[in-house]
């Protein structure tokens, strides 16, 4: 099993790890702050070097039986202890972009009571779906003042785990029209825009809405009676 280090500290750049199996794909270690894609978030990239100085390059990782893969083209080192480094300039936009789409949904959930039905996201933009019957250039207009209305608000956000019954518990926890948490997860990992939103969730994202930078929203379309999309561009 793997610690997980970027659930507990968004910024961590660099670790030292040990490789505790060499499969097929890459290498599965003791600990990473390799975030490994999901919740719509792409995974990070960087490189893992050896005591020798050799260095991988590592621009996936696979999830497999439980095991967190860095996958490594071409010859794989064995075990031993590596310096992993991500790609902290792709990672950071990925944090502030994650952490806007969780502005948008909180926004619309406070005021049009509309739950995400999908979403999903690359470096500096995403998309997201909800649950609305109608949505005009006049609200996607108003949406986008708000959006950014709670940047300049400057709210902190809070990383914490909890028990899974005691998550449970909290009120509109889950913001997804169905809910996504597998039942086999034990504790769960939430993220409070302090004032604006509390979500379960389980990637990276900034300490400050003031470090997302402005959104603007760029495109929407219908994908149904009461399903409107909803895609934005983070901006510095």
Same mark, same amino acid.
């Given at each position: 099993?793997?610690?997980?280090?970027?659930?507990?500290? !968004?910024?961590?750049?660099? %670790?030292?790890?040990? #490789?505790?199996?060499?499969?097929?794909?890459?290498?599965?270690?003791?600990? !990473?702050?390799?975030?490994?894609?999901?919740?719509?978030?792409?995974?990070?990239?960087?490189?893992?070097?050896?005591?020798?100085?050799?260095?991988?390059? #590592?621009?996936?990782?696979?999830?497999?039986?439980?095991?967190?893969?860095?996958?490594?083209?071409?010859d794989k080192p064995q075990q031993q202890e590596v310096k992993g480094k991500i790609d902290w300039q792709r990672r950071y936009k990925l944090m502030r972009t994650h952490t806007a789409m969780h502005i948008l949904c909180g926004v619309?959930?406070?005021?049009? &009571?509309?739950?995400?039905?999908?979403? &999903?996201?690359?470096?500096?933009?995403?998309?997201?779906? %909800?649950?609305?019957?109608?949505?005009?250039?006049?609200?996607?207009?108003?949406?986008?003042?708000?959006?950014?209305?709670?940047?300049?608000?400057?709210?902190?956000?809070?990383?914490? #785990?909890?028990?899974?019954?005691?998550?449970?518990?909290?009120?509109d926890l889950i913001r997804t029209k169905t809910n996504l948490v597998p039942k086999e997860i034990t504790e769960i990992r939430t993220v409070d825009i302090v004032g604006l939103d509390l979500q379960a969730d389980g990637g990276t994202?900034?300490?400050?809405?003031?470090?997302?930078? !402005?959104?603007?929203?760029?495109?929407?379309?219908?994908?149904?009676?009461? &399903?409107?999309?909803?895609?934005?561009?983070?901006?510095?």
């Amino acid at each position: 099993m793997t610690k997980l280090l970027y659930q507990t500290d !968004s910024y961590l750049k660099e %670790f030292t790890a040990t #490789i505790i199996e060499t499969v097929e794909e890459g290498v599965v270690l003791d600990q !990473s702050t390799f975030y490994p894609g999901g919740g719509g978030q792409p995974c990070d990239y960087g490189s893992l070097e050896t005591l020798d100085g050799k260095t991988y390059e #590592i621009n996936a990782i696979a999830k497999r039986d439980g095991k967190i893969i860095h996958v490594i083209d071409g010859d794989k080192p064995q075990q031993q202890e590596v310096k992993g480094k991500i790609d902290w300039q792709r990672r950071y936009k990925l944090m502030r972009t994650h952490t806007a789409m969780h502005i948008l949904c909180g926004v619309i959930w406070r005021d049009y &009571n509309a739950a995400v039905t999908g979403g &999903n996201m690359q470096v500096c933009q995403g998309r997201m779906d %909800f649950e609305l019957e109608g949505m005009q250039r006049e609200m996607v207009s108003e949406i986008e003042i708000k959006i950014n209305d709670e940047i300049r608000q400057q709210r902190p956000i809070v990383i914490k #785990i909890h028990p899974r019954e005691e998550a449970l518990k909290i009120p509109d926890l889950i913001r997804t029209k169905t809910n996504l948490v597998p039942k086999e997860i034990t504790e769960i990992r939430t993220v409070d825009i302090v004032g604006l939103d509390l979500q379960a969730d389980g990637g990276t994202h900034v300490a400050n809405t003031k470090e997302v930078g !402005s959104l603007k929203l760029i495109k929407y379309k219908s994908k149904g009676r009461i &399903n409107k999309r909803l895609t934005m561009a983070v901006e510095d």
